[in-house]
């Protein structure tokens, strides 16, 4: 059988010569194994390569008028179409030096002129051989790349299903509607991008950072499941003791986020940021929030640009105990809490945006009937 594997795949070899002879010598020897190609000088050879499909394998003479060998050589190497073609100088340089310029060039191997068809042979049959192994393993790593790639996919798909269901199911305890969280998590992402380039902030709102925000905003108020339907659905002002009870779910959804955390046994952006937002939305830049009372930067920026976000949402909806407020009132309100209730770069990038916030909540609108299921639910 002429063929050179056992796969039964004809290879194909180009012989690079400017004698005539060397040519009809060369490809009177291999012929019969491999389909070849000849080129008599290096100009040739490299449009030949260029013109589609690549050879397999090189044989090259080193000696030749304008573009010689070793400039063929070192031009497929710089190129990563053509950079794992193996190839064989062919030429009656003997010189040590000779070789050791070959190799330096790229070549994988160097036959002395006048050749012997053994060697020859033997030489292209290895190299080949050694060509079809790097390209299958390289395939085979291309393959599981992909793989692996794919079921990163699959996992993250997973994961971000399973926050948004957990997210979801404190929502259908509160008066709140599911396009809640997806307004929310919009509205930071939009925040957090405004704000990559502020000076107080370029170095933590990375990428990264930011898809962490994205994906963890909806699990803010994951702590609410903890708080009693008498209390969560009351209609009118809750008491003041009914409001401490209230004020729990932001360390009942810290308690929930560190047990996860504690389960996975490592630390991630996406958890890191889930906890300080359950447990830290509701402070206020002044101090006077809740659970700690913290006060300017001792607040997480998640938090901040949490705080931002969820209460421009509670504005615009529809609630039990109020109606929907307009769009430019709600901005109005979110000015007067500049340096009160909220980091004032957060309202001064909120205010150069605010335009995109209407969109997102336009995007993200409760239905009526959703709305008035809640209602009639609460």
Not at 24 to 46: F, H, P, Q, W
Not at 49 to 70: H, K, T
Not at 149 to 164: K, L, P
């Amino acid at each position: 059988m002429n063929t050179s594997y056992a796969d039964g795949e004809r290879k194909t070899l180009l012989i690079v010569d400017d004698t005539p002879e060397n040519l009809i010598l060369m490809t009177g020897l291999l012929k019969d194994k491999y389909a070849v190609k000849v080129a008599n000088s290096g100009e040739r050879a490299l449009e030949i390569i260029a013109s589609q499909p690549l050879p397999d394998l090189v044989l090259l003479d080193v000696m030749m008028p304008g573009i010689g060998g070793l400039e063929v050589c070192r031009q497929l190497k710089n190129s990563a179409l053509t950079e794992d073609i193996p190839v064989i100088f062919l030429t009656s340089m003997a010189e040590m030096e000779d070789e050791q310029a070959g190799f330096d060039a790229g070549a994988v191997d160097y036959i002395i002129k006048p050749i012997s068809p053994a060697i020859v042979h033997a030489r292209v049959k290895t190299h080949l051989k050694l060509k079809a192994a790097a390209d299958f393993l390289a395939d085979r790593n291309s393959f599981l790349s992909q793989e692996v790639e794919r079921r990163t996919r699959q996992v993250q798909v997973v994961q971000d299903v399973t926050i948004m269901a957990m997210a979801s199911l404190a929502e259908t305890r509160d008066n709140e509607t599911g396009n809640h969280i997806r307004r929310t998590q919009h509205y930071v992402r939009l925040l957090a991008q405004k704000l990559q380039t502020h000076p107080r902030f370029y170095e933590v709102l990375d990428d990264d950072m930011i898809e962490a925000l994205f994906k963890s905003a909806p699990l803010h108020d994951i702590g609410k499941v903890g708080i009693p339907d008498r209390i969560l659905l009351k209609r009118g002002q809750l008491t003041p003791e009914e409001f401490e009870i209230m004020k729990t779910h932001t360390i009942l959804g810290r308690d929930t986020i560190a047990a996860a955390e504690q389960m996975l046994g490592t630390s991630s952006n996406f958890l890191r940021c889930a906890l300080e937002i359950a447990y830290s939305h509701q402070e206020k830049w002044d101090g006077s929030g809740y659970p700690l009372g913290l006060s300017g930067d001792n607040i997480p920026l998640s938090a901040r640009l949490m705080a931002l976000a969820d209460v421009y949402d509670a504005l615009i909806s529809r609630r039990v105990y109020k109606p929907a407020l307009p769009h430019e009132q709600a901005v109005d309100i979110i000015k007067e809490g500049k340096g009160r209730h909220f980091d004032p770069d957060i309202v001064e990038a909120f205010m150069s945006i605010s335009d995109e916030f209407q969109k997102i909540g336009k995007l993200y609108a409760d239905s009526e009937n959703a709305v008035e299921k809640k209602l009639s639910i609460a």
